[in-house]
């Protein structure tokens, strides 16, 4: 049974903590504003794993040396439309923020921008990071690659991680056409199932033993699998040649397990943006994009499907929903993040 969700967090009182809970950690004011811009704006959206409980994850790896807040990318390589960010184990995040500006800048001015960051770390959910330039009437694309917990298709052991992707698309007079989804599937519903008892859909996951379970706790100490099979394995690889790949960074198994905290993470980010005004779109991408949205929400059904969504409207309506109502926790994650931050010498005593 799932456990019923006993503390909502308003968003005013869930920026005030992160907020708070980050200037103990010594990361600057505008980083801070960032990171918690990145964390609220996933919560609001129902990506919890992704939101406010990642305070935890940067608390412990600021703690330990990992995450060093205050470090600006640099740029090693340069041209008119692509760039090569180092972010010296900077807080992932700002570092991601700064990659995506840069690419939005450079289609501005040329109509292409990609930019790889090599020397990352977390950054969250990445919707956030393509929505403001389709906000601005361009196309954006982030890509961002994690620890070898996936298996390849037909494989018993991870290769690459889930590997999200996300791209947003300008529509007219509304939010933004996004997709942001990973390319394999996530640890932290497997955990969620584990506690509560619960199995898991087939084709998530195999045990220990590499056999295919619906067993959430042997899952739990297992491998996971990529999503859609050999789709989720083409595109996974993908994230890590875009990313790792284009950065000369780790990429794959070269990527440091999740328990490893001490030493760098090395994750890498990948953003490309296009200016449809370059191409053949010119003045009309926008209109274009709302009618194929309009065109999926008026799709039959299929037997037992309420509705046809287009790629991020359940998204906005739990966004809508918790600006209204707060950011639900249960009982049991809401101290669960307490207990990780007090581990992290962080003082919780003015958090409800």
Partial sequence: MTERAEIRLSVELARAMCEHLLHQLEVGAEEAQLTTNTLLEASLRGVD????????VFAERIRSGQIHPGRCPFV???SPSSAWLDGQHGLGPPLATAAMGLAAHKAARHGLGAVSLQNGNYVGALATYVEAPARDGFIALAMANATPRVAPYGGAAGL???NPVAWAAPTVDGDPLVF?????HAAAPIVQAADEGRPIPQGMAL????RPTTDAGAAANGTLLPVGGALGYGLGLLVDVLTGGLA?????REVPPVTAVNGPYGCSFFALVIDPQQFGASGTLAARISELCASARQTTPAVGVDEVLAPGDRALRTRAE?????????????QGLLQRLIAADLDVSSVP
């Fill in 322 to 334: 918790r600006l209204q109502g707060g950011i639900p926790f249960s009982s049991r994650a809401w």
């Fill in 207 to 210: 045990d220990g033993e590499g």
């Fill in 76 to 78: 090693r390589r340069d």
């Fill in 49 to 56: 794993s992704h939101g406010i409980a990642l305070l935890a």
């Fill in 160 to 162: 690459h991680g889930t």
């Fill in 180 to 184: 942001d989804a990973a390319t394999g």
């Fill in 248 to 252: 000369a960074a780790p990429m794959g």
